[in-house]
């Protein structure tokens, strides 16, 4: 019975923190433009700061149309936003905020979480798919030419983490972190942010929801909750690409007093890589598509490759 109280308690918590941690990233991304681009909007709504501005567009979004176009296939149109969402929310049942703050602590957990967050991209290419729309079917085949360009970069710097760790354990990986991996570690790092950036198809590797060609690619025919979800599945995505790195090269709960405040620490760096992803967003223009590929190609699987390959060696000395 108390093994039963002790998973539920651990579900509610990750369910909590799935609830308020991305919306508290769109909060900061909407602060964070507004003041880098000199948006007026988002500082008025409810007075200090704008800070109702988040509670307004979610109002906004649920008094909208929900509709679903005559020629789309219904079943896959209405369940894309899920297979979207779902997913993160997965993830974030192994990735710990200390050694036992964690919902679970699999042998596996990197490749788990890295399996599971690819399965999160399909929401986008179903809803492609689906929308019978040809500026959404583009959008959708954009996503899947990113998905098989950055799953590979992604996967190979996250493995030079784990032979260093000598685990695939998420607690095991930042129980063996030390402060020389920034040295070691440092091209992993670039890449596995880059590749995370461009599976989430965040600015600058949004392709497949270029405005100015697309529409919205893949989210064109979607409205009301249902795109809602897609936005709150895209800053999930950010707490779990945030939360990843922070695992894997930032030494996840490791800091001062890291026993009593470990979990403190963790959310401090989530939320600083937090902010770098919105801040690549306003400081970067958007790469073309072929630009987008031949960055995975040419440059990060040859850099995961030969960072691969210094840790073999950096191991066996």
Known sequence: MGEVLEIALRCLVVLAAFLVLPLLIGQIEHKT???????????????????????????????????????????????????????????????????????????????????????????????????????SLIGGLRVASQLMSYELPMVLSAVSVAMMAGTLSLVGIAEAWQWSWLLWQLPALVVFVTAGLAELQRPPFDMPIADAELVLGPYTEYGGMRFAMFLLAEYAGILVLAALTTTLFLGGWRGPSSEELGWLWALTKTMVVAFFVVWFRVAWPRMREDQLNALAWKALVPVALGQLALTTVVVLA
Request: aromatic share 10%; no cysteine.
């Open 33 to 135: 433009m507004a003041h880098m681009q000199s948006r007026v909007g988002p500082m008025y709504a409810g007075g200090f700061h704008g800070w109702a501005q988040l509670i307004a567009d979610g109002v906004k979004f649920v008094q909208k149309e929900d509709v679903t176009p005559r020629a789309a296939d219904r079943t896959v149109f209405a369940l894309a936003p899920a297979v979207a969402l779902v997913p993160y929310l997965v993830v974030l049942f192994v990735i710990p905020l200390g050694p036992s703050m964690v919902g679970a602590d699999l042998d596996l957990g990197l490749f788990f979480a890295l399996a599971v967050m690819s399965i999160g991209v399909l929401g986008s290419l179903m809803g492609g798919w689906a929308s019978a729309n040809k500026y």
